[in-house]
């Protein structure tokens, strides 16, 4: 019988999490207030209305101050300023029968005034230490404005860039959005939930709703358990394991079960496996929407949701008019109704509500943490971190600073698009775009000239859905080839060429899935205009996803990717591309060579008949006739302006246990001319196991800094920790056998070593 290091189910299933302990003190206060409370009162914390400042439905909340009143409204998001929440809070604390105050929710996603990179690019920094700071410098100016939960971070993993909201996650790996999911959980709620500056995050989409089929948003999600175990759950996991106090339902069906409705999910897997101790809300009228989902009328689905383990109903208000009418039938439970209830009432009480409704509500502090000159210089220094270089012929960047730049393209010159999608709190009128950005950096060392050189696309019905919420991209309506003809003579006129191009904000992000994920038509054919000048070009990519580059990665000398940087975008910019800092981020979704290739990712199986990647299609081998499987850039890919060189790797011994550790170590050198960074990234295959498993897999990663010339050993400890996965019956096990260590820049790119787990 084969030996395997592992765990029982039932011990597994929890990860080994141990139920916090019994806050006694809240317990009293809150068994005492919901004495108190009638059953209407009870329903009406379980409601979660809209202030009107960002919706993402049709759905809008009404009459909401009556309903404060009465007691029927638990929170309230999208919602901010001290004085508008003050008022508000008033209301709750002064005029409704038991004074239970009110939680202000906002979707405090990547920054609040002062906005960070998309989280697709804070991923790409690959440092955990300066996207905790991002979400810490955020939930200080949210609380300044007198919000306390956000709704992050998203841990979705994502292996098909159709999915527009692929941009609001950490990309494709199970390790890396598990970490960064921890940086931002610890950010937001620091080591105090209660102070003034701290606010509860809230994980999301609890689950799998990062494999909509097709990549379209909203759409049915179908997968193994042993994929969804071993591939999609962790994150979530993680982010709860680090004290994250709430979770957001997914609209998508797992099981043939909407996430809204599946008590396997929220209850089984959720408080029972996992031992959740925090507030289950749903998505946006995510339970109205079970009506569609065919899962019956309002008043079915409703108590369907509540039964399945949900405590708050987000706007669509169905908790709020039938669960009472339920309880009557007999179709709910007075116990599920009071779980619900006393999930709410404490994360009110772990916030400190109940000891100072306004804590939230200081208009001095308003004004001296939100956008501060700090906040800004940290947005700054992070944006230009998560950039990546994709291509870098002949050494094009980083550009002197002399000379006239032609800086030519739709994105070239529009403040509005710079923060990227999910930036509800943004002040676009206020935001820098790339063109002014670059001359306060650059001040008159370098004559900038500008032109939109070609429309966002040529549809402008398409370019209105992609230029929503205040990002409209001004339209020239002269024939393409006469714009094109302008934007060359600017070109023609200078040194270099930035073509400022790719995607708007809004053509990622929520409901923003495309089914091709080229550069717009126009904009390439503008692109090929500036080309054929003669003159160096610099494709600045502005997007939200993996793009398909083919074309461009073969005719553009260089490539900086630099997705939507937020409020300091423009700055950022210029600091990497004239040198003032040197690109060091790294992908962290493979991008592919077209769109027939999608899902592609790094950590895939193995199949019966493997492929060589030889490039050169091989019969009756999986591949395609037209096209390699390999991806045009790997998952941890970008350059720098210098060159690293890796040596091979030591092992500190061939063999490991299950108590013992195994070392493997690598010399870095830094063989170019500038001091820069690495992101070191280690990766493990299991050569056979009970299932199959992954051609390698991420377990590590260290980012270091290396002057010229400069040489590091990195080392990285391995136990049998990092071996572990759920095999075929969901059992957590370490299987003994062969083993293949990798160390490398990225995925591709790697030296190995084989070890034995004995």
């Not at 908790?319 to 994360?347: H, W, Y």
């Not at 990663?701 to 969901?730: A, C, H």
Request: glycine share 8%.
């Amino acid at each position: 019988m084969k030996k395997v290091v592992g765990t029982c189910l039932l011990a597994l299933l929890a990860w080994h999490t141990s139920p916090a302990q019994s806050n006694q003190k809240m317990d009293r206060f809150i068994d005492q207030l919901m004495a108190k409370m009638t059953v209407e009162e009870k329903i009406g914390q379980l409601n979660l209305v809209t202030g009107g400042e960002a919706t993402t439905g049709t759905t809008v909340s009404t009459d909401v101050d009556t309903k404060i009143r009465n007691g029927q409204i638990g929170g309230i998001f999208s919602m901010s300023t001290p004085a508008k929440i003050r008022k508000t809070q008033e209301i709750a604390i002064k005029q409704s029968r038991l004074k239970i105050p009110i939680i202000f929710g906002m979707d405090v996603i990547h920054g609040y005034r002062t906005v960070f990179p998309i989280p697709l690019g804070l991923a790409a920094t690959w440092d955990m230490n300066l996207i905790q700071q991002s979400a810490r410098i955020a939930a200080e100016e949210a609380t300044a404005d007198g919000i306390n939960w956000a709704f992050s971070p998203m841990v979705d993993i994502s292996r098909d860039p159709r999915w527009g909201r692929i941009s609001e996650g950490a990309g494709e790996d199970t390790y890396l959005s598990s970490r960064v999911a921890e940086a931002i959980v610890h950010g937001f709620q620091g080591d105090n939930l209660a102070a003034h500056n701290t606010m509860m995050a809230c994980v999301k989409h609890f689950a799998l709703y990062g494999a909509a089929e097709g990549g379209r948003d909203y759409n049915s999600t179908d997968m193994s358990l042993h994929r969804m175990y071993n591939e999609y759950l962790p994150p979530y996991k993680a982010a709860l394991d680090a004290g994250a106090g709430s979770i957001m339902t997914s609209f998508n069906d797992i099981n043939g079960v909407p996430a809204s409705a599946n008590k396997w999910l929220m209850t089984d897997v959720l408080r029972k496996q996992w031992g959740f101790k925090g507030l289950v809300v749903t998505d946006y009228t995510a339970v109205n929407e079970l009506t569609a989902h065919g899962l019956g009328d309002l008043q079915q689905v409703s108590a369907l949701s509540l039964n399945a383990g949900v405590d708050m109903d987000m706007v669509g208000e169905g908790f709020l008019t039938t669960l009472k009418k339920s309880l009557d039938a007999g179709k709910v439970k007075i116990a599920d109704i009071d779980r619900a209830c006393r999930f709410v009432l404490e994360a009110k009480y772990k916030l400190g509500l109940f000891d100072d409704p306004y804590r939230y509500c200081d208009e001095k502090r308003a004004k001296t943490v939100i956008g501060s000159a700090a906040n800004h210089a940290k947005a700054r220094e992070i944006a230009a971190k998560s950039f990546v270089l994709l291509k870098n012929e002949n050494q094009a960047l980083p550009l002197k600073k002399s000379g006239t730049v032609a800086v030519i393209g739709p994105l070239a010159d529009s403040g509005p698009n710079m923060p990227g999608t999910w930036s509800v709190s943004a002040e676009l009128d206020k935001t820098a775009s790339l063109v002014e950005g670059m001359k306060a950096v650059l001040g008159n060392k370098v004559n900038i000239l500008t032109h939109l050189g070609s429309n966002l696309m040529e549809d402008p019905i398409y370019q209105n859905h992609a230029t929503m919420f205040g990002r409209t991209i001004p339209r020239d309506s002269r024939k393409e080839e006469e714009i094109i003809a302008d934007a060359v003579k600017v070109a023609q006129q200078s040194d270099v060429v930035i073509a400022a191009l790719g995607e708007s904000s809004e053509m990622s992000g929520e409901s923003s899935s495309r089914s091709e994920l080229d550069i717009p038509k126009n904009q390439q054919n503008l692109l090929k205009a500036l080309l054929a000048t003669g003159k160096p070009v610099v494709l600045v990519l502005f997007t939200g996803r993996p793009l398909t580059l083919t074309w461009e990665d073969a005719h553009v000398p260089a490539i900086l990717n630099v997705w939507f940087g937020g409020t300091e975008t423009g700055k950022a910019v210029a600091d990497v591309l004239f040198g003032d800092v040197v690109p060091s981020g790294k992908i962290t979704a493979t991008f592919p060579r077209n769109v027939g290739q999608i899902p592609i990712y790094y950590a895939h199986k193995n199949t019966g008949r493997p492929y060589g990647n030889s490039g050169d299609f091989e019969k009756f081998k999986s591949n395609y006739l037209d096209v390699s499987n390999s991806p045009l850039y790997p998952f941890g890919y970008g350059l720098s302006y210098t060159t690293f060189a890796y040596s091979d790797i030591r092992l500190d011994r061939t063999t490991i246990d299950e108590k013992g550790t195994l070392q493997a170590s690598v010399d870095i050198s830094n063989t170019g001319n500038y001091d820069a960074e690495e992101t070191v990234q280690l990766y493990i295959q299991d050569l056979v196991g009970s299932v199959t498993r992954p051609v390698k897999e991420l377990k590590g990663f260290q980012k270091i800094f290396l002057k010229k010339g400069e040489q590091k050993t990195v080392t990285f400890k391995i136990n049998v920790g990092d071996l572990k996965f759920f095999d075929n019956n969901l059992n957590y096990v370490a299987e003994p056998g062969n083993f293949k260590v990798y160390i490398g820049p990225n995925s591709r790119d790697v030296k190995e070593k084989a070890f034995e787990l004995l």
